[in-house]
């Protein structure tokens, strides 16, 4: 490759750096205009298109996201202008059409001014994660448009098929379209419960990431890191809100053990077993910062875990842990947030606090629940608290029954050796 | 991916206009929206610090300032999806200083800090 084309190349990967940073805020601005996501990106679109032809020739502008922005932005005028035109003509014929009213020249110049496009990327991820969407359609079109991830990228690390990808972002599009979800912010009354769709998305991305049920594929990492993005950037967006602050907090804090979570061979390490100096510690610093925000500004089912996870992050070793005030922690959580694998949680955490006796008695409350019939944190649980106790030969068949349940080949070998040594002194972590 | 960038002057003939410095603060205040900036900072004049050596099996403290021009000014910590963000956000911070700070001179090092990607298992 000669020196032109690597000119040409590092300008390709230009565009697409400029890309990735500025997508989400100009299909924003470009849906508000438009009031159609869909429409608003295939406009977007277009201008990376023209960005892609142009740039490598010409150079990269002065202001590579202003440009994309007011080329989108002038393709959407047209657009309107045609649309308008062509409403006038159906209206000469008599025929009824639902208009708008024309925008006029001075709305569309402030369409895409910078003080309302944060209020426009509000309104692109309450949009994306509405609830009349799917949970799975949801995760696409918020990774599509608010990641400016390619579908090929949302499949890999979703480990689906391309297509299936491509249908649920076109499906989620259409729903929005036919049900007439308006371009806007929540009305104040239901805030809370969009906001909570919201931080769903986030924490589900995340947490596909973070717990790899299965598969071991590189970009279940970014997958996290894109998650703590979208988090941060609602941070931005709400300033006031407790619960993204406290999101936040909890994934910064979650994100900080990744560097101590797998061993050299891949294989899990769970929290007590981790070597903590591996901890990214600015992570663990900007989540106990978040905390603060949050708990400052209230409490709910985000601050709480959070919450749990700083009193983890704030051990130095594990025999530090201050397992009453999780135990407390966790109450409360139950509490506000009732839930049997939070009540699984907090049994772990009394086990440690007051010891196993009390931690396997609420183990022995939850049996029967039917969310947890194929759980396998269940019987592994069970299985630590009476070993603890003495129980050898019922901590081997709750083991054993672990690993039968597990689809994780490596957590399948843990809970194996367990069953193997069920007094090895491991001690119980969290259900991860 | 993670990258360390660090912003050092070659050269420096006037104090930094006040302008520049709220216009970095908007940048910084951008970038940290955009979920991309997660950490940086001013760097005192070496004059404050000191250099340490090991060499010869003898390790050594030397006060500053450093002899060379060239004094590191700031540090910066972004979290991007490609080098080509992370030197999308320095060069923006670059064109700060070239258009507002007139007969400045600098030069910036962007290193991606290793992460776990790096020590994942081979698949």
Redesign the interface.
Known sequence: MGVAGRKRQ?SR??V???W??ESARIVAGLARLVQDIGLAEELAQDALVVALEQWPREGVP?N?GGWLMSTAKHRAVDLLRRRTTYQRKLQELGREVESRPDPTEAELAAALDSERI?DDLLRLIFTACHPVLPTEGRVALTLRLLGGLRTDEIARAFLVSEPTVGQRITRAKRTLAAKRVPFELPPRAELADRLGSVLEVVYLVFNEGYSATAG???TR??LC??A??????LA??MPEQAEVHGLVALLELQASR??AR?G???EPVLLPDQDRRRWDR?LVR?GLAALDRAESLGIGPYTLQAAIAACHARARTAAETDWVRIAALYRVLVHVSPSPIIELNRAVAVGNATGPADGLAIVDTLLAEPVLAAYPQLPAVRGDLLARLGRQEEARREFTRAAELTRNAQERALFLHRAAAPDADAAPGPVE | MRYLTLLRATRTIAPPPPELMEAIMQLGEEATAAGALLDQGGLAPSAEGARMQVAAGKLSVTDGPFAEAKEMISYAVYEVRSKEEAVEWVSRFLKLHRDMWPGWEGESEVLRVFGPEDFAPPA
């Open positions: 590092a990967e230009a697409e750096a400029v990735r940073i002065a590579p944060d071991n594929d590189w990492p970014a890191a894109e703590l993005r979208l988090g941060r950037i931005g967006l990744i560097p797998t050299p061979d891949g600015l900007r």
